[in-house]
């Protein structure tokens, strides 16, 4: 009975938990930590990562994974600030494009499972490397400088002189897809093929157009994220996002979201965001290299996985 408490209270609040945990661990480590300053950056920094979740966790809800969203984060940098800069395209009119462009991309894996039965790994591990390919294309391997300074305020801007715009991004993001997931017929789609594709076939959800959707999402929110990330850095830069879709599904997982598909909320995966950057940005701030950080990261994937199936096989 103990055990039976234990467990359904970390269902229902063990990301809280474990967010609090590491925010107290680092305030004990780190005086530089607990200054609003690091708590805007630390928001600044998940942006990326959270609104590439938002549209990755659709996809997961119904039991497939993108591991295309870094080069897509990079593809979509590139091509927009390509449009913008060397082309001199008004920023909207290129940032339509580039998100059309992501879009379709998504949209050529949904066709790859759906049509072909490729598996989503597969579909999104080659969508993975042509990216990366035309990414490198485009600019030659070098970065292209010289975006607008409107372009620059997606990822670096702030409201009322402290409040970071990529923040706020995120929040809208994370609104619209508990909107879709908790109020939309689409959203309780998802959740029906994620937990069983046979039966919501069978009463009669066309699941092909579920995954289509599930996975334009995924490249979609992935090529805003995108946007934002070249606006940070002041550039297109092609060899961004290696480490990326790690930290989007870590952030997924930890949020409570199954690896199988058909459960989790998206609220728990604001929560999966915020413990990754606090991590990332707690470990930086008390000196940790990069080889020790890829290895917490890794092991803390490798954890959040475990837990997601030992969840499943409770249920």
């Not at 800069?85 to 879009?103: D, E, M, Q, R, W």
């Not at 305020?153 to 994370?174: R, T």
């Not at 917490?296 to 959040?304: F, H, N, S, T």
């Amino acid at each position: 009975m103990k055990q039976m408490k234990w467990s359904a209270i970390y269902r229902k609040y063990g990301v809280f938990i474990i967010l609090v945990v590491e925010v107290l661990i680092f305030m004990l480590l780190s005086e530089n930590f607990r200054t609003l300053e690091n708590v805007m950056t630390i928001g600044r920094q998940v942006a990326s990562t959270g609104i590439a979740a938002v549209g990755a966790t659709f996809l997961m809800l119904t039991g497939g994974i993108d591991i295309s969203n870094g080069s897509m984060l990079a593809f979509s940098g590139v091509l927009a600030a390509l449009l913008s800069v060397n082309l001199g395209l008004p920023l909207p009119v290129a940032f339509v494009i580039t998100l059309l462009c992501g879009l379709g991309f998504g949209l050529i894996n949904g066709v790859a499972y759906t049509r072909f039965k490729v598996s989503p790994l597969i579909a999104t591990l080659a969508m993975q490397t042509i990216l990366k390919g035309i990414a490198y294309l485009l600019t030659s391997a070098k970065p292209i400088y010289g975006i607008a300074d409107a372009f620059k305020f997606i990822g670096q801007g702030y409201l009322f002189g402290f409040f970071p715009f990529p923040l706020l991004l995120m929040i809208i993001a994370f609104a619209f897809g508990f909107w879709v997931l908790d109020h939309t017929y689409i959203g309780r789609y998802i959740y029906a093929v994620g937990g069983n594709a046979e039966a919501a076939r069978l009463s009669g959800i066309n699941t092909n157009k579920v995954y289509m959707i599930a996975f334009g999402a995924s490249a979609l929110f992935a090529s805003i994220a995108g946007l934002m990330m070249a606006g940070r850095l002041g550039s297109g830069q092609p060899a961004i996002g290696t480490d990326f879709p790690m930290d989007v599904i870590t952030a997924i997982v930890l949020g409570g979201v199954s690896i199988n598909g058909g459960s989790g909320k998206i609220s728990g995966v604001l929560f999966g965001v915020f413990i990754m950057g606090v991590l990332s940005n707690g470990m930086i701030m008390v000196g940790l290299n990069d080889y020790w950080q890829w290895v917490i990261k890794g092991v803390v994937l490798l954890a959040a996985v475990a837990m997601s199936n030992v969840e499943v096989r409770k249920r």
